[in-house]
């Protein structure tokens, strides 16, 4: 018999089990699809090049003080200067500082995530233009003109491949800069940004602060290994240049930061923050595919027990072992086949879903899509499952005790069988477990999230970023400007409350990472490096009011808190209590001792205390401790966040408060408006699509796994007949009948369970390593994920059950 011949038999063979090959067809699909999409966004996050010439050489340096609870501090000015002058295993360095700058002459005003770099940057990562020219050393130096190139995202969506926006003026704030060309499509590393410009179109990073502030660390750094070098030669080299650095400056090394140097691949670098998350989706959709594999196994399995008398007739004939062996393959390989094509068209929305989720890990997701990869995944993974299943029937042979008695005979169970049958549920049970216990775990995490109360009003809050730029501005006019947006905005119908704040709670978190350290008044200071850590806000009168935030003692601040007065603050009432306990701090003093407060142009000067709030954690969903310190807005240029409370719904009011700014400053950018509410939503979404993803392995897996248990409990009822119809005629009661599969049902998915308990903790583990802020309950989602299986499995003996409980006696005997 030819395989044309195997394939045409089975194909015959098949179309009398429709209903088998269906069920079987869809079941392969979910786990085939789930590995291919899985295996398509793995590849393009982790192993597919860079499109940077040379990625080889081209490494990422990083500077750590994990003392200080960051493992990414960046470098200053001074600090790369030494590296540049004294490390020969790299031949260039490239420099990266992100930076916000609102942008005029590129359509309306807008605020553009803009990246500044050194002239050799381009040349470090070895990337081209697709129109015009890159920066280059001729673009350094505080005399060059301004010029910027635009990232090809932003090329494409924004400005729709304009290709004579080459040449175009634009203004970066205050100054002026020339478009000179289009970057070609590129990982966008270390921040996705929309422009990248030279170090002229940015004052601060001409100032003496910046270029003379060996504390003031705002600039990623990268390296090309110099030919003949290796990254081990390079790391040593700059950690004992940095280790000199530390011991020549002591001061800007606190020992209590444990300074660090480290360098690793590029490539590394920005794929490593989602390698954990990966492989554990890739582990949960392997973990599909064997439940679906088992289940297609129970079903051919059982179908085969059936064939028996055909096979048992075809070895009796002649039929060799491979000849029967092979009739096999080929059904399995029609079967795979088909659930292969349907499984690599459902790949490719997945893939979508699953790159949406990785991308808050890695940036290269942003970049995936489907391929040939798809393809031969999804052609790998059949013909894997093909050659599995084709041999999990047991054969006849001609020299079998039985032979044509056997071909006789009606529908037996053996020993064998039935030991593979429920072996292959109890894989399925086990593996469920697993996703169950990973998803339970996610969903808890979500819903504490969710659940988690706020310490401020969030509802009919709307926040808009309203960055006013200083150009041609002194401070008290740009403080003018946002007094006059709040009288105009607070006159507006439905408008309780106006404010101006520093950030926007949840969405900015931590973008003064871990806070500067300053003393309070009579605070004995043994060694600088203790002092406490605040986060540094910049509030308008009115803030805490529009925020529902309690004032504590003191007052509120007021429109006569300006800079020519008392320099005063307001503080949060844990860092109150840590600075002065068991005191009133009303009317006390503070002061920033932090190094780095001189950068951004604020005194080390006492300021009087003047009120104490209630804390306004704005960094985290889950409310903790906040370590706070409010300046006034009248003092201290910061704000550029709108707060309006409203008594109807807000976004209603948008379209007349950008009016009013834009009367106010026709070029002023008016972005990021959302509630509060929707904020907070908008920051659990990533939690939510863990949930999400995780829960989809989990409910495919488990509705394989119950048609698997009912499966084989259908089987084994039709098996049993005979026996149950004697049971019944010697007096058995058909509840105890009903009671007998049900018990089956659950033994099965006992051992599965008890199976599966070791991944699961396993995978708890995992999950607990990358989801933060909330601890993550054990046993409740472990037992949720126990309970549930049990229940489906009863759930799919029902069934089965009520089969064996109405079995005819004088049919079941007469069958055999």
């Given at each position: 018999m030819t395989l044309i011949t195997d394939f045409r038999y089975a194909f015959r063979s098949l179309a009398r089990a429709r209903g088998l090959v269906a069920t079987v067809v869809v079941t392969l699909a979910l786990g085939i699809g789930a590995n291919a999409a899985i295996?398509?966004?793995?590849?393009?996050?982790?192993?597919?090049?860079?499109?940077?010439?040379?990625?080889?050489?081209?490494i990422y340096i990083r500077q750590s003080a994990q003392g200080l609870g960051t493992d990414n501090v960046v470098f200053s000015v001074p600090e790369i200067q030494d590296l540049r002058a004294r490390v020969t295993t790299l031949s260039a360095f490239g420099e990266f500082s992100t930076i916000p700058f609102t942008m005029v002459g590129l359509g309306e005003p807008r605020v553009v995530r803009a990246g500044v770099v050194s002239g050799s940057y381009f040349e470090v990562m070895g990337l081209r233009p697709v129109l015009g020219r890159l920066l280059g050393p001729a673009d350094d130096g505080p005399n060059a003109a301004g010029a910027a190139v635009l990232t090809h995202r932003f090329w494409t969506s924004t400005m729709k491949g304009d290709p004579t926006v080459i040449g175009r003026t634009v203004r970066f704030d205050e100054r002026l800069a020339t478009i000179v060309g289009v970057l070609e499509p590129s990982v966008p590393y270390p921040a996705e940004t929309e422009v990248i410009a030279n170090v002229v179109t940015s004052p601060h990073h001409l100032s003496a602060t910046m270029v003379t502030g060996r504390v003031h660390r705002m600039t990623e750094l990268f390296g090309r290994l110099r030919p003949g070098s290796d990254l081990e030669a390079a790391r040593a080299e700059l950690r004992a240049v940095h280790a000199s650095m530390v011991r020549a400056h002591p001061d800007a090394y606190p020992k209590k930061g444990d300074f660090r140097?480290?360098?690793?691949?590029?490539?590394?670098?920005?794929?490593?923050?989602?390698?954990?998350?990966?492989?554990?989706?890739?582990?949960?959709?392997g973990l599909v595919f064997v439940i679906a594999c088992s289940n297609v196994a129970n079903l051919i399995l059982a179908r085969s027990v059936r064939r028996e008398s055909e096979l048992a007739i075809r070895a009796?004939?002649?039929?060799?072992?491979?000849?029967?062996?092979?009739?096999?393959?080929?059904?399995?390989?029609?079967?795979?086949?088909?659930?292969?094509?349907?499984?690599?068209?459902?790949?490719?929305?997945?893939?979508?879903?699953?790159?949406r989720y990785a991308a808050r890990f890695s940036v290269r997701a942003l970049d995936v899509s489907v391929d040939a990869s798809l393809l031969w995944v999804g052609a790998g993974l059949a013909l894997a499952a093909a050659v599995l299943l084709?041999?999990?029937?047991?054969?006849?042979?001609a020299e079998a005790t039985g032979g044509l008695g056997q071909a006789a005979s009606g529908v037996r169970i053996t020993s064998s069988t039935n030991r593979r049958l429920r072996l292959f549920a109890v894989t399925?049970?086990?593996?469920?477990?697993?996703l169950l216990a990973g998803a339970g775990m996610l969903l808890a995490t979500l819903i504490a999230l969710q659940s988690a109360g706020t310490t401020f009003q969030t509802r009919n809050v709307l926040t808009l970023l309203v960055p006013v730029m200083s150009y041609g501005r002194t401070p008290d006019q740009v403080v003018d400007f946002y007094k006059e947006a709040m009288r105009r905005i607070s006159a507006l119908p439905g408008v309780e409350r106006v404010a101006v704040g520093t950030q926007v709670p949840w969405k900015e978190a931590n973008s003064f990472g871990p806070g500067f350290q300053l003393a309070g008044e009579g605070q004995?200071?043994?060694?600088?490096?203790?002092?406490?850590?605040?986060?540094f806000r910049t509030v308008s009168p009115g803030f805490f009011a529009a925020l529902g935030v309690p004032l504590l003692a003191g007052r509120d601040f007021t429109d006569a808190d300006r800079r020519d007065g008392e320099r005063v603050v307001i503080i949060s009432q844990s860092l109150a209590q840590q600075l002065f306990p068991k005191q009133d701090a009303v009317n006390r003093h503070l002061m920033w001792t932090d190094p780095v407060m001189k950068f951004i142009d604020v005194s080390p000067d006492p300021r009087r205390i003047v009120g104490v709030v209630a804390d306004l954690d704005d960094n985290n969903v889950v409310p903790g401790r906040a370590l706070n310190v409010y300046h006034p807005l009248g003092q201290e240029f910061g704000g550029g966040r709108l707060f309006i409370h409203t008594r109807t719904d807000p976004y209603t009011l948008v379209p007349t408060i950008t009016r009013i700014i834009r009367e106010l400053s026709a070029e002023q950018p008016v972005e990021q408006v959302a509630t509060l509410d929707d904020v907070r939503a908008e920051v659990l979404s990533p939690e939510r699509l863990n949930a999400l993803v995780f829960g989809v392995f989990a409910g495919v897996a488990l509705l394989i796994a119950v048609v698997g248990v009912a499966g084989v409990l259908a089987f084994s009822v039709s098996a049993?007949?005979?026996?149950?119809?004697?049971?019944?005629?010697?007096?058995s009661e058909p509840r105890h009948l009903l009671a007998g599969v049900l018990r089956d049902g659950a033994m099965i998915a006992a051992a599965g369970i008890v199976t599966g308990i070791v991944g699961g903790f396993v995978l708890a583990r995992l999950v607990g390593g990358y989801v933060q802020d909330v601890r993550l309950p054990g046993v409740v989602p472990v037992l949720a994920a126990a309970l549930l299986l049990v229940a489906a499995a009863i759930l799919a003996s029902l069934v089965p059950a009520a089969r064996a409980s109405r079995v005819d006696v004088t049919q079941a005997l007469r069958s055999d």
């Open positions: 295996f398509s966004v793995v590849r393009g996050v982790l192993l597919r090049p860079l499109v940077n010439r040379g990625e080889d050489q081209l140097i480290d360098a690793v691949q590029l490539r590394d670098q920005i794929s490593s923050p989602a390698r954990t998350v990966l492989l554990v989706l890739l582990a949960a959709s009796t004939l002649g039929a060799s072992a491979w000849a029967l062996r092979r009739t096999l393959l080929a059904e399995s390989l029609l079967l795979c086949g088909i659930g292969a094509i349907l499984g690599v068209a459902l790949a490719r929305p997945m893939v979508a879903l699953i790159a084709a041999f999990v029937p047991r054969l006849p042979s399925q049970i086990a593996a469920s477990f697993v004995v200071r043994v060694d600088p490096d203790d002092d406490p850590r605040a986060q049993r007949t005979r026996e149950f119809g004697i049971r019944l005629a010697i007096g």
